[in-house]
């Protein structure tokens, strides 16, 4: 019958261990066997500790595909000093690093089983197995948390025992301290606190330990160990390291699980942003369009199909205050999220970033804005200007010469999302050959209805902390009414009403300013006087 253990036990008993090993490291260093050790790793014995048994944790929780807060929190609080930075890896979402530099740092041989197998050898006590039976405890705990029994514990354990068990080995008996049939023994009691009780007994008194444990025998190990590592620099061989390459690839797939869930999260985030835009109807099925044939290509990438060539450049068409520039800082982001782009930032610009006064200097000055931008989305508001009717010596034409050419050259890490009004980004297409096959993608951003500027005029109004009576609203739809279609056209769409809106904030500091005092009510409301044509 397995035991159950809430958190607190866990933490309490794995505490316990790591306090069994900090001892049996303390006495390393405190005789001396740590010294040259420390002078080439220039770490602490306490820091190669802490990052021992963090590293050990972390490729445990990497082979269980565990990497979840309670565990991560767990391996990050249990040391001494969260050597790997678990804390804030967590916090930044970010584990690769951690989860690299673990791997990385058990491929090097066991510093301290070899020094404890040493120490054993000088001193006929086994103390090695016992530091080995302290990190086995540390491990089931954290494979027992929340009372999920992890059924990876066992292999891995047995995957990490076969690299380490060359310290844990008895030459005369031909039998090791640490062996098999005690682990399984160990696995399938689940009795950490009454091992931990033992251990706390036997401290260097081996024989203690043993007749606890009859599974262990006195260990002499280490110089068979020694002699099959010499053995083996002689073959010029790499010596054992900690964890075979399965765990190495399990390590791998675990990061890239953590990056794809994270960057779906985010991209749902981000569409969910997007639907919440007024309007725009025809332009969030294109982006989402978009999205999904993205995500099929990186499908077909990972199972290695045919792929066709596919450009991420756009062409936005539509009048001023369409919301193009907030959509393309949504693709920006969307792209990084989807492996297309390493910031996903966006850099605005205009035929004034990117057009120089004399000669020669227009390439430079175009080359410099897309350096600005690599990683992101170059997004140029009205780009036809670069190509103005009738003006065949404008410095324009350099302008769309040279960025033609950066396209290429950063077409990993660069996209370029161009925008104006409809008729005007067909002139402008026209002015390079190279222009129609790089951008192939066109998104047509209609005007939005005089209803849907007045659901922007609230939504607005709501995340700046007011509120609109509905006078004001009735008002404000009868002026947005009364508007013929070149007055409607000439108000500008979402930037119109951000500057009505401002108007009317205004309005309404002028009306409260004279009242002999101002309750939230006051500030906080719009009415029908603060609306003015």
Not at 164 to 189: H, M, P, Q, W
Request: glycine share 6%.
């Amino acid at each position: 019958m397995q035991k159950q253990y809430s958190n607190e036990q866990l933490h309490r008993i794995a505490g316990e261990n790591y306090r069994l090993l900090s001892e049996y490291c303390t006495e390393l260093n405190r005789e001396g066997y740590f010294t040259d050790a420390e002078k080439i790793l220039q770490l602490s014995m306490d820091e190669v500790l802490d990052l021992y048994v963090q590293s050990l944790m972390v490729q445990f929780l990497v082979f269980g595909k565990r990497l979840n807060e309670e565990e991560v929190l767990f391996a990050a609080g249990l040391t001494g000093q969260d050597m790997l930075g678990l804390r804030a890896a967590w916090i930044a979402g970010d584990l690769s690093d951690a989860v690299s530099r673990s791997a990385k740092f058990l491929e090097a041989p066991p510093i301290l089983l070899q020094l404890l197998c040493l120490r054993d050898q000088k001193k006929h006590i086994g103390v090695t197995g016992l530091f080995f039976d302290s990190l086995l405890n540390v491990m089931i705990c954290l494979s027992y948390l929340n009372q999920v029994r992890d059924t990876n514990v066992s292999k891995f354990i047995g995957l990490y025992f076969d690299k380490v068990a060359v310290f844990l080995e008895n030459r005369e008996e031909e039998s090791r301290t640490v062996d098999g049939k005690y682990i399984f023994k160990k696995l399938c009691s689940g009795n950490l606190s009454e091992g931990c009780r033992m251990l706390r007994e036997a401290g260097d008194d081996f024989a203690a330990y043993k007749s606890k444990y009859f599974y262990y025998r006195q260990s002499t190990g280490a110089a068979v160990a020694t002699e099959r590592l010499s053995e083996q620099r002689h073959r010029e061989e790499e010596p054992p390291g900690y964890l075979p390459d399965v765990l190495a690839d399990a390590a791998e797939e675990a990061v890239e699980n953590m990056k794809e869930k994270k960057a779906e999260a985010e991209i749902d985030r981000l569409t969910e942003q997007l639907a919440r835009m007024v309007g725009l109807a025809a332009v969030k099925e294109e982006i989402r369009s978009l999205i999904n044939l993205i995500k099929v290509k990186k499908l077909r990438e990972k199972y290695k199909l045919p792929q066709m060539n596919m450009s991420y450049h756009m062409v936005f068409t539509g009048s001023p205050g369409t919301g193009k520039t907030t959509v393309a800082r949504l693709v920006a982001q969307i792209y990084r999220e989807l492996g297309i782009l390493s910031k996903g930032t966006l850099t605005e610009t205009d035929r004034s970033g990117l057009v120089a006064g004399y000669v020669g200097q227009t390439a430079l000055k175009v080359k410099e804005t897309v350096e600005r931008a690599l990683g992101g989305v170059l997004f140029i508001d009205e780009a036809y200007a670069l190509a103005p009717e009738h003006a065949s010596n404008d410095f324009g034409g350099e302008a769309i010469d040279t960025l033609v050419k950066l396209m290429e050259d950063h077409r990993d890490d660069l996209v370029i999302i161009v925008a104006g009004y409809t008729e005007e980004m067909k002139r402008f297409l026209k002015a390079n050959t190279g222009l129609y096959s790089r951008f192939n993608k066109f998104i047509t951003f209609e005007d939005y209805t005089k209803e849907e500027l007045l659901a922007i005029l609230e939504s607005m109004a709501a995340d700046a902390g007011f509120c609109m009576t509905d006078g004001a609203k009735e008002k404000v739809g009868r002026m947005l009414g009364a508007m013929d279609e070149t007055a409607f056209k000439e108000f500008g769409n979402a930037r119109g009403i951000r500057n009505l809106f401002e108007r009317l904030v205004s309005n309404q500091a002028n009306r409260i300013i004279a009242y002999d005092s101002q309750s939230i009510k006051d500030i906080t409301i719009l009415t029908e006087d603060d609306v003015t044509v």
